[in-house]
């Protein structure tokens, strides 16, 4: 299997964060009634009885964007790569019916400072807002997965293609 370099990792992070990033400044999510303190990751998926089609790496043009995977513990667990800017914080892991669903919180974790005087933190104004995320297997392609982000904001969304990388990771 090819190893991610740090830089490939953060390219495909910077995906979707960019996808949210849309969404955020769409539905005016700079606004400090929007966005939360950090929260605890929780990123363990809900007990279901076909989220073993979900374990593996998911890829778009060969670059690993989403990882699931089954833990110590034989719980499955989703994930993403590693990235030096934006940490990932996953909370909410749940089905509706055979998609995932799950909240995710980008918190800023780069050099810069972002204080002004509407912003005496010096938080970056995106830092902390949470983006509902679905995944869902494409019907008769088990090794597609399609990814989105939901938003009364933004109705007509792109979905995502991610392509299975590997089946099994741990």
Not at 14 to 27: G, M, N, R
Not at 41 to 60: C, L, N, Q
Not at 86 to 99: A, K, L, P, Y
Request: hydrophobic share 40%.
């Amino acid at each position: 299997m090819k190893r991610l370099t740090r830089s490939a990792s953060y390219r495909s992070h910077l995906v979707l964060f960019i996808v949210c990033l849309s969404a955020c400044v769409a539905s005016g999510c700079s606004q400090s009634t929007n966005r939360v303190q950090r929260v605890a990751s929780s990123p363990v998926v809900t007990k279901y009885p076909k989220a073993d089609a979900f374990v593996g790496e998911w890829a778009i043009n060969g670059e690993v964007g989403i990882l699931i995977r089954r833990d110590s513990a034989n719980q499955v667990v989703l994930g993403f790569p590693e990235n030096p800017i934006w940490e990932s914080v996953i909370n909410n892991v749940r089905f509706v019916g055979d998609e995932l669903h799950f909240d995710q919180y980008f918190y800023f974790v780069g050099p810069d400072d972002f204080t002004m005087p509407s912003n005496p933190s010096g938080d970056h104004p995106f830092s902390g807002v949470r983006n509902h995320i679905v995944l869902a297997l494409v019907e008769d392609e088990p090794d597609k997965l399609l990814s989105w982000l939901v938003s009364d904001e933004l109705p007509n969304i792109e979905k995502d293609v991610y392509q299975r990388a590997s089946e099994t990771i741990h």
